[in-house]
C-alpha cells in the first residue's frame, strides 16, 4: 500500500514536471493540495502567489508580486492559459490588472485584504459612456481587481474573500475628503467570456462587481456584504453588457443588491451600449434603503431582454426598480420576472421617472426614456407597507407593465392606499390587494406575463470541471 502510493506521487511528482515546468513544482510543494473546481475553461499552467515573493501575514503589501505573477503567467496565454492560486493567508495588496486566459483561485482561507493607503490608489479616466467619476467630475480611483480588453478570464475560489475594508473610504466619503470615485472590488471592462464565482465580497469602498462594455458574462455563487448603511455599496452591476448570467448570490448591502446600467445621460446616449439578454436568477437580498434589482437610474444606453427569477427579498426597499428621468434617453424594455418571495418591503413594485441625479447640466431636456413591457408574475409578498409606486413621467408615460398572480400581505401600519398610479398604463391578472385604475383586470391567461420561450445564448454556456 505504502510502495503504491509513494510510486503515485513519483508518477504525479514526474507529470507535474513534465508538464508544468520548474515553477509549477516549486508551486505544488508549497500549496500541498489538490482541488476542484468549475470554470468555463481550465488552465494548462499553474503557479503560486508565493512564488513571486507573496506574503500572507496582513502587513505586507503583496501589489508587486500579484501584478509580476499576471505579467509573468500572461505569457502562457496561448499555450494553455495560467492559474495564479492564492493560498491561505492574509494577502494586502493595492490595485493589480488581470490578463486573458487566466485565473485567479482563492483558497478558502485567503482573504484578499485592499490597501487602505488612498493616496497610492492609481487614478484612472471616468468611464466614456458616464462622463465624469460617480462620486466627483473627475477621475476614478482604479478598481482593486481590474481588467480590460480581455478574452477567457476567472476569477473563482472555495469562498475565499476580497475584503474592501471600506470603513476608511465611507468616513472620507462622508466627509466629503476623496478627491476622486471610490474603487470598485472588481472591474472588468471591453472583455469577452468572463467568471466571477464562489468568492465572498466584504465591505466594498463602493460598488462591488462591475463588468462593463462586455459580453458572455458569468457571476456564479458569490455572497457580497456590506453595513446596510454604507455608501453606495451596490452589490452586481452589469453595465452595458450583454448575455449575462448572474445566480445563486446571497447580498446584503447599503445600495442595490443588483443594478443593471448602460451610462448616464448624454455620455450614455452618446455611447449607446445597452445591457441586453440578461438572466439573474436565485437571488437572496437584504437592502433596507434600496431594491434587491434595480433596473437604472444610469440606463441611457438602454436595457432590454431582462429575465429575473426566484429572487427573495428580505428587508428591502423594493423588489425590481426602474429609476428614470428626463435627459436620461435610453429604454427600458422586455423585463421578465417571475417568482419573488418577499418580507418586510416598502413597495413591492417601485417605478421611478423624476429620478434626477444628473451626470451634469448638459443633459437634453428632450430626452425621454422609454420605458415598456415590464412583466412580473408569480409574487408572494409579506408585511409590505404599500403594495406599488409607480411614477411614469407626464407626456411619456410607461407602457406595457403586466402583473399576474401576485398577492402581498400589507403591514399592520399599511398605507391607507396601497396602490399609488400615474402615468403608467397596463393590466393586470390575479393581483391581491386589488390594483390601480390604471392596470385593469385581464384575466388571469396561464402564460400571462411570462418569459419568452426560447432561452438565451448565456444559459447554454456549461462549466468545466477543473483540478489542480
Ligand atoms: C492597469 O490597467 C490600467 C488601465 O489600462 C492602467 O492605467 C494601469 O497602469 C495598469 N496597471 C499596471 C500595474 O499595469
Ligand atoms: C479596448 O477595447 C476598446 C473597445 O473595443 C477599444 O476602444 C480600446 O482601444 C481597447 N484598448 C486597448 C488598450 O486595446
Ligand atoms: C461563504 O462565506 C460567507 C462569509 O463567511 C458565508 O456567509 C457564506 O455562507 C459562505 N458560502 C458558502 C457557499 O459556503
Ligand atoms: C461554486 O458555487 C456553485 C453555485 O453556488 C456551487 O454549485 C458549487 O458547488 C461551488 N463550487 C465550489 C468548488 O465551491
Ligand atoms: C413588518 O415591517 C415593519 C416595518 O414596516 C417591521 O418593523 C416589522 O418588524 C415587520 N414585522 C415582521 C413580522 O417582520
Ligand atoms: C402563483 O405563484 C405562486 C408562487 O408565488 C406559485 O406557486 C403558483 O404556482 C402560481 N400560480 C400559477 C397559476 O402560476
Known amino acids: 500500500m505504502l510502495k503504491a502510493v509513494s510510486l503515485l506521487v513519483v508518477v504525479l511528482v514526474v507529470g507535474v514536471t513534465i508538464f508544468d515546468g520548474v515553477e509549477s513544482r516549486k508551486t505544488k510543494r508549497r500549496i500541498q493540495e489538490s482541488f476542484d473546481y468549475s470554470a468555463i475553461s481550465c488552465r494548462a499552467h499553474t503557479a503560486s502567489i508565493l512564488d513571486f515573493g507573496g506574503v500572507g501575514d496582513?502587513?505586507?503589501?503583496?501589489?508587486?508580486?500579484?501584478?509580476?505573477?499576471?505579467?509573468?503567467?500572461?505569457?502562457?496565454?496561448?499555450?494553455?492559459?495560467?492559474?495564479?492560486?492564492?493560498?491561505?493567508?492574509?494577502?494586502?495588496?493595492?490595485?493589480?490588472?488581470?490578463?486573458?486566459?487566466?485565473t485567479l483561485y482563492l483558497h478558502k482561507d485567503a482573504v484578499l485584504l485592499a490597501?487602505?493607503?488612498?493616496?497610492?490608489?492609481?487614478?484612472?479616466?471616468?468611464?466614456?459612456?458616464?462622463?465624469?467619476?460617480?462620486?466627483?467630475?473627475?477621475?476614478?480611483?482604479?478598481?482593486?481587481?481590474?481588467?480590460?480588453?480581455?478574452?477567457?478570464?476567472?476569477?473563482?475560489?472555495?469562498?475565499?474573500?476580497?475584503?474592501?475594508?471600506?470603513?476608511?473610504?465611507?468616513?472620507?466619503?462622508?466627509?466629503?475628503?476623496?478627491?476622486?470615485?471610490?474603487?470598485?472590488?472588481?472591474?472588468?471592462?471591453?472583455?469577452?467570456?468572463?467568471?466571477?464565482?464562489?468568492?465572498?465580497?466584504?465591505n466594498s469602498p463602493s460598488w462591488n462587481v462591475h463588468p462593463v462594455y462586455s459580453r458572455n458574462v458569468i457571476i456564479q455563487?458569490?455572497?457580497?456584504l456590506a453595513p446596510v448603511t454604507s455608501p453606495n455599496t451596490d452589490g452586481i452591476n452589469p453595465d452595458s453588457c450583454t448575455n449575462t448570467r448572474i445566480e445563486d448570490t446571497y447580498i446584503v448591502s447599503g445600495d442595490d443588491c443588483i443594478a443593471v446600467k448602460s451610462g448616464w445621460d448624454e455620455y450614455g446616449i452618446s455611447y449607446g451600449m445597452p445591457t441586453k439578454q440578461?438572466?439573474?436568477?436565485?437571488?437572496?437580498?437584504?437592502?433596507?434603503?434600496?431594491?434587491?434589482?434595480?433596473?437604472?437610474?444610469?440606463?441611457?444606453g438602454g436595457i432590454q431582454d431582462v429575465r429575473a427569477q426566484d429572487i427573495t427579498a428580505i428587508n428591502?426597499?423594493?423588489?425590481?426598480?426602474?429609476?428614470?428621468?428626463?435627459?436620461?434617453?435610453?429604454?427600458?424594455?422586455?423585463?421578465?420576472?417571475?417568482?419573488?418571495?418577499?418580507?418586510?418591503?416598502?413597495?413591492?413594485?417601485?417605478?421611478?421617472?423624476?429620478?434626477?441625479?444628473?451626470?451634469?447640466?448638459?443633459?437634453?431636456?428632450?430626452?425621454?426614456?422609454?420605458?415598456?413591457?415590464?412583466?412580473?408574475?408569480?409574487?408572494?409578498?409579506?408585511?409590505?407597507?404599500?403594495?406599488?409606486?409607480?411614477?411614469?413621467?407626464?407626456?411619456?408615460?410607461?407602457?406595457?407593465?403586466?402583473?399576474?398572480?401576485?398577492?402581498?400581505?400589507?403591514?399592520?401600519?399599511?398605507?391607507?392606499?396601497?396602490w399609488t398610479c400615474t402615468d403608467v398604463a397596463g393590466v393586470t391578472g390575479g393581483v391581491v390587494p386589488p390594483p390601480c385604475q390604471l392596470l385593469p383586470a385581464a384575466g388571469e391567461g396561464e402564460g400571462m406575463c411570462d418569459f419568452p420561450a426560447e432561452n438565451l445564448p448565456i444559459d447554454n454556456v456549461e462549466l468545466q470541471t477543473c483540478s489542480y
Open 115 to 202: 490597501s487602505q493607503d488612498i493616496k497610492s490608489w492609481p487614478v484612472v479616466d471616468p468611464l466614456p459612456s458616464y462622463g465624469h467619476g460617480r462620486d466627483t467630475a473627475g477621475g476614478r480611483y482604479i478598481s482593486l481587481i481590474f481588467g480590460t480588453n480581455l478574452t477567457d478570464v476567472v476569477v473563482t475560489g472555495e469562498n475565499g474573500t476580497i475584503d474592501g475594508q471600506g470603513d476608511l473610504w465611507w468616513q472620507q466619503f462622508h466627509k466629503k475628503k476623496l478627491k476622486y470615485t471610490r474603487p470598485y472590488l472588481i472591474e472588468i471592462m471591453h472583455s469577452d467570456t468572463v467568471q466571477i464565482s464562489n468568492l465572498t465580497f466584504l
Open 316 to 418: 428591502t426597499e423594493s423588489g425590481v426598480r426602474i429609476k428614470t428621468g428626463v435627459g436620461r434617453g435610453g429604454y427600458v424594455k422586455d423585463i421578465y420576472v417571475k417568482g419573488m418571495t418577499l418580507h418586510t418591503m416598502k413597495w413591492v413594485f417601485w417605478m421611478t421617472g423624476n429620478y434626477g441625479s444628473h451626470a451634469d447640466n448638459h443633459y437634453d431636456p428632450n430626452a425621454l426614456p422609454e420605458i415598456k413591457g415590464i412583466n412580473y408574475r408569480d409574487v408572494i409578498a409579506e408585511n409590505a407597507t404599500m403594495a406599488a409606486r409607480l411614477e411614469g413621467i407626464a407626456g411619456d408615460p410607461f407602457t406595457g407593465i403586466c402583473m399576474s398572480n401576485v398577492t402581498i400581505g400589507l403591514a399592520a401600519k399599511a398605507k391607507k392606499y396601497p
Open 278 to 300: 440578461l438572466v439573474i436568477r436565485r437571488l437572496t437580498c437584504i437592502s433596507p434603503y434600496s431594491a434587491a434589482i434595480a433596473l437604472g437610474s444610469e440606463m441611457s
Open 221 to 224: 455563487g458569490i455572497t457580497i
Open 58 to 102: 496582513g502587513a505586507t503589501l503583496n501589489t508587486g508580486a500579484f501584478q509580476q505573477a499576471v505579467d509573468h503567467l500572461s505569457q502562457y496565454a496561448s499555450e494553455g492559459g495560467a492559474q495564479l492560486v492564492v493560498p491561505a493567508g492574509k494577502w494586502l495588496t493595492g490595485s493589480f490588472n488581470l490578463t486573458s486566459h487566466f
